[in-house]
């Protein structure tokens, strides 16, 4: 069973607009929760984290909300550029470990100029 | 500085094959992972090694798969008499120190993409 669940597996938006990805994941036990962005013939690269004690995360464009009630969590990029286009994976630790990522399937972005 | 590498990036194999695959992780860092991409799916833990120690591989599919890290950097991953099913993009990754929170950010390689025929 998925634990973690990236609903949309593609997502297109317009350059200079908001992108809104979204991850649910059903373990109440994660405590920490990581973006990773993906380009092809690559390997994942970290994006941006956050922390279960906390509901939001913010670095640059990239700003991370956690709904701990709803087992909900968001990234926001904005304004998106057509360089975020890649796959954007939510990943979940916790529940017994703290180094076993758990992976959603992923969510492939498109910015359009 | 140079990120972790993985050889070979690609590899075809006849069913019932062994394979190898390598990965030079980050110098110094102390955890090292293995994780099997299927097509359309994200990433899934196969084992954890933090130095040369085997810490845990309850991720590894079936007793055809090993892994080891006999000094503490370069890792092996091997399959043995592979099948079908094992097709799948197996990317390393490495961090600093133990655990992938805080600041212990997993840093990926490309992979090798395996194709069992």
């Known amino acids: 069973d998925q634990q973690v669940k990236q609903n949309s597996p593609s997502l297109s938006v317009q350059e200079g607009r908001i992108s809104i990805l979204n991850c649910d994941y059903t373990?109440?036990?994660?405590?920490?929760f990581l973006w990773y962005k993906k380009y092809p013939a690559e390997g994942p690269t970290f994006l941006i984290s956050i922390s279960s004690i906390k509901d939001k995360n913010e670095d640059g464009r990239f700003t991370v909300f956690l709904n701990k009630s709803a087992k909900h969590l968001s990234l926001h990029i904005v304004p998106s550029q057509p360089g975020d286009s890649a796959v954007y994976f939510c990943?979940?630790?916790?529940?017994?470990?703290?180094?076993?990522?758990?992976f959603g399937k992923g969510t492939l972005l498109t910015v359009n100029p | 500085g140079a990120g972790v590498s993985q050889s070979p990036r690609y590899k075809v194999a006849k069913r019932g094959q062994d394979v190898a695959l390598r990965c030079d992780p980050i110098?110094?860092?102390?955890?090292l992972f293995w994780y099997q991409q299927a097509l359309g799916q994200g990433p899934e833990f196969l084992t954890y090694?933090?130095?040369?120690?085997?810490?845990?591989k309850s991720g590894l599919p079936s007793d055809r798969f090993f892994a080891e890290r006999p000094e503490g950097s370069v890792s092996t991953l091997k399959i043995q008499r592979t099948q079908q099913e094992d097709s799948a993009v197996y990317l390393c990754?490495?961090?600093?120190?133990?655990?992938?929170?805080?600041?212990?950010?997993?840093?990926f390689g490309p992979g090798t993409r395996l194709l069992v025929l």
């Open positions: 990943a979940a630790l916790g529940g017994g470990s703290n180094y076993k990522l758990t």
């Open positions: 090694f933090q130095n040369e120690a085997q810490l845990d």
């Open positions: 990754a490495s961090s600093l120190g133990v655990g992938a929170g805080g600041n212990e950010t997993q840093y």
């Open positions: 110098s110094g860092h102390v955890s």
């Open positions: 373990n109440s036990m994660f405590d920490y």
